[in-house]
């Protein structure tokens, strides 16, 4: 049973679901919004807000708190310097998810992650 538990495990080990949330995040610096299935997105969400938070200090360690986690230096660098200002007067809720449709290959609920 998994009750009180935590997070989504997402059918893959924990290297691989840290792999599949950092790229996810890049994406959606980059981008802006991307679409993923309803489960990856809900935890992609828990992981960009505490990232945007972790960058609103807007100093030096915020930057090597991103990257620690990123490790990508243009998405860092993006979110340090723009997106994280935006939301600086803002107490979390960074991310709007939108469910869309049933992907027609197995049936999975896709949803668009957005930044607010």
């Known amino acids: 049973m ?3 538990h935590g997070y989504r495990r997402l059918s893959r080990t924990s290297a691989h679901r ?4 950092k790229n996810l ?4 610096t980059k981008e802006g ?6 489960p990856k997105a809900k935890e992609l969400r828990r992981y960009y807000e505490k990232l945007i938070t ?5 100093d030096f360690n915020a930057h090597r708190a991103v990257f620690a986690m990123l490790q990508d230096k243009e998405a ?3 979110i340090v310097t723009e997106i994280a200002p ?6 979390g809720g960074y991310t709007r998810i939108i469910k869309t449709r049933t992907r027609r290959g197995d049936a999975a609920p896709m949803a668009i992650i957005e930044l607010v």
């Open 2 to 4: 998994r009750h009180k």
């Open 86 to 91: 935006e939301y600086k007067e803002r107490n």
């Open 33 to 38: 919004r991307i679409e993923t299935t309803l």
């Open 76 to 78: 860092t660098n993006k």
């Open 18 to 21: 840290a792999a599949l949330l």
């Open 54 to 58: 972790k960058a609103s200090a807007g």
């Open 25 to 28: 995040s890049i994406a959606l």
